[in-house]
């Protein structure tokens, strides 16, 4: 289980399919051991993908005071629009705006923002999306996210299998609502390397479902510390393993540190990330019991084991209560004029904690 040069690829098909499944689950184990990136193919989901990406710009080019009336600091549950500049990673500014939707899997919350309570905060996480008003958009983007949820599920079951575990072994980590981001990076000055997003490892769940286009602009850190390209192929999914899933295993399947470079010249790159939820009530003393029973399970014989259920995460500091909390914090350090807005007092001890964003 060496480093990488590249990102493997999984065919779902293939997993799907009883006849073949036993054949690709070494694929898949072999990606989550030693890469914690992938790339799924044939999904199914193609034509959802095709269409959406389709969408993108005439979505990011509606009037501002469209952009406005759902601009992300109408809600407290941290989805709607953002603006160019307006989010940080690794202490710096993003070249990138976007849109984020979310999924409720169970129950209703109807359209209005959950107003943040005062012992459980975070459970505002998990609210009301904003949809502009582009025709067909809404329905796109809630078929797209429908077939996410049916694919990331079954796909999670896959990875159980993988790891000899029962399929449904996972299945009490997944939380109510899935994210949905949609991406548009504009170009940055020519020979001036532009950060579309910083170098960071996922931290909203499970495992990230990510469509690209056909522009590039991706890259994976290895162990050894080189930036590896992870290039657009078409009708694939990228999927990452998240830092829930990295502190459920206990560190052996790991999140891997990824960063997206500007695309230049004239040329602007879209992406749709689709991130599977991880329970906001899923507190630090059960992640690492089920931690414990989970990696003790995993056929794993090198030192992985030794460092079982010690990951440098939010989702094991005794700072937060919960993992909600920890994405709470996440959220209003990556978006502080929501965080400002919806929870001043919260911001300003973030602040203070002084982690990194």
């Known amino acids: ?38 790339y ?29 009336r759902v601009n992300m600091r109408n809600s407290p549950s941290f989805l709607g629009y953002t603006a ?29 923002p959950r107003v943040p309570s005062a012992d ?3 459970e505002s996480l998990e609210g009301p999306s904003q949809y502009p008003d582009v025709p067909g958009f809404r329905e796109a983007v809630e078929n797209y ?6 694919v990331s599920k079954a796909f999670l079951g896959f990875v159980s299998a993988s790891l000899s575990l029962p399929v449904d072994t996972f299945n009490d980590f997944l939380g109510n609502m899935h994210r949905l981001k949609l991406v548009k990076y504009p170009p940055s000055p020519p020979g001036v390397p532009g950060q579309g997003v ?33 290039p657009p192929i078409a009708g ?10 990295e502190a459920i295993t206990g560190g052996v399947c790991p999140a891997t540190t990824h960063r997206v470079v500007s695309p230049t010249g004239t040329t602007v790159r879209y992406s749709v990330p689709f991130f599977q939820a991880v329970r906001l009530d899923l507190t630090t003393a059960q992640l690492q019991s089920s931690a414990k ?20 995460s939010e989702f094991l500091s005794p700072l937060f209560s919960c993992f909600g909390e920890a994405q709470l914090r996440n959220r209003v350090i990556s978006h502080p004029d929501v965080g400002q807005r919806w929870y001043p007092e919260l911001y300003g001890k973030f602040v203070k904690q002084g982690l990194p964003s």
């Open 1 to 38: 289980m060496g480093d990488f040069t590249s990102v493997p690829t999984v065919d779902f098909g293939r997993l799907n399919d009883p006849a073949t499944r036993d054949d690709e689950l070494p694929n898949l184990r072999d990606a989550l051991f030693r890469v914690g990136f992938l």
């Open 236 to 245: 694939s999914l990228v999927v990452n393993v998240q830092q829930g899933f």
């Open 145 to 150: 996210m429908a077939a996410l949820d049916r």
């Open 84 to 112: 160019l500049g307006a989010e940080t990673t690794a202490s710096r500014t993003d070249q990138r705006e976007q849109y984020d939707f979310g999924l409720l899997t169970q129950g209703d919350l109807g359209d209005d």
């Open 198 to 230: 910083g170098p960071h490892k996922d931290s909203t769940g499970l495992f990230t479902f990510l469509a690209q286009d056909s522009v590039g602009g991706l890259q994976v850190l290895s162990k050894g510390g080189e930036w590896i390209a992870a």
């Open 120 to 122: 459980k905060p975070w």
């Open 40 to 68: 799924l193919v044939n999904t199914g989901v193609e034509p959802l993908i095709e269409q959406l990406h389709g969408l993108l710009p005439a979505v990011f080019s509606i009037p501002e005071t469209e952009r406005e």
């Open 293 to 312: 029973h989970i990696v003790a399970r995993i056929p794993v014989t090198d030192d992985r084991k030794k460092r079982a259920v010690d990951v440098p």
